[in-house]
């Protein structure tokens, strides 16, 4: 059975602290990991990664893959308010034939508040 | 991307009655579609994979007598959630698959309350 443990769980700091989020997996078959940002209401997309050791980057954000230790972090600098929300890390297994049909597994998510 | 609407976002019901969530895929034609249930402050637990024209795959542990899935066209997936009680109270997503196999597409959730 696929699994995806988060820690975490929960993070409080101040505006313009940096955080590290971490996502360890077990899966069958590894496709990709995938983080989410979740707000109030539906998952939104931040990064999907397959390849070890390359970092993806959006603006304060970033993320890097480690294939072999079969874990994943998550980078936050210059912390906003904006970016309080719970954060997902998720995997998607590669079924046989090399297809995918896009069954995730998610970790149980970081909440991360972050103060004025 | 797609977009993903869902209908209602939000109901109240009483226990033993059933109530139908609608998912809809507005400008993709989506072959497949997801469920997912989430309890306050949890993660996505993954329900159900509903595939236009067949059967429902369930995730283990999912009654699927229950929580009845239908995937009638390519833009629309219903959940009925039949004889509803307390314990079934939550934030109901569903996601898009969309063309490449990493896509997916999450609605706006429906948060079902059952009193």
């Known amino acids: 059975e696929d699994k995806v443990v988060q820690s975490p769980l929960s993070l409080v700091v101040h505006e313009g602290d940096t955080v590290t989020l971490n996502c360890s997996y077990e899966v069958t078959n590894f496709r990709s990991l995938l983080w989410y940002k979740q707000e109030k209401k539906a998952p939104t997309f931040l990064f999907m990664l397959?390849?070890?050791?390359i970092e993806k980057k959006s603006g304060r954000l970033s993320s890097i893959l480690d294939k072999k230790e079969l874990f994943s972090i998550l980078n936050i600098t210059a912390t906003q308010t904006g970016d309080s929300a719970i954060y997902l890390c998720a995997v998607e297994p590669r079924y046989a034939g090399g297809t995918s049909y896009g069954k995730l597994t998610f970790g149980q998510g970081t909440i991360l508040t972050v103060h004025p | 991307g797609a977009v993903v609407s869902q209908h209602p976002s939000w109901v109240i019901c009483k226990s033993g009655t059933s109530v139908k969530i609608e998912c809809r895929s507005l400008d993709f034609q989506a072959t497949t579609m997801f469920w997912y249930r989430q309890f306050p402050k949890q993660s996505l637990m993954l329900m159900a994979t509903s595939n236009e024209g067949s059967k429902a795959t369930y995730e283990q542990g999912v009654e699927k007598d229950k929580f009845l899935i239908n995937h009638a066209s390519l833009t629309l997936s219903t959940l009925t959630v039949t004889s509803a009680h307390p314990e079934d109270s939550s934030f109901y997503i569903c996601?898009?698959?969309?063309?490449?196999?990493?896509?997916?597409?999450f609605g706006p959730g429906t948060r079902l309350t059952v009193t």
């Open positions: 996601s898009v698959q969309g063309q490449r196999a990493y896509e997916q597409y």
């Open positions: 397959t390849s070890s050791g």
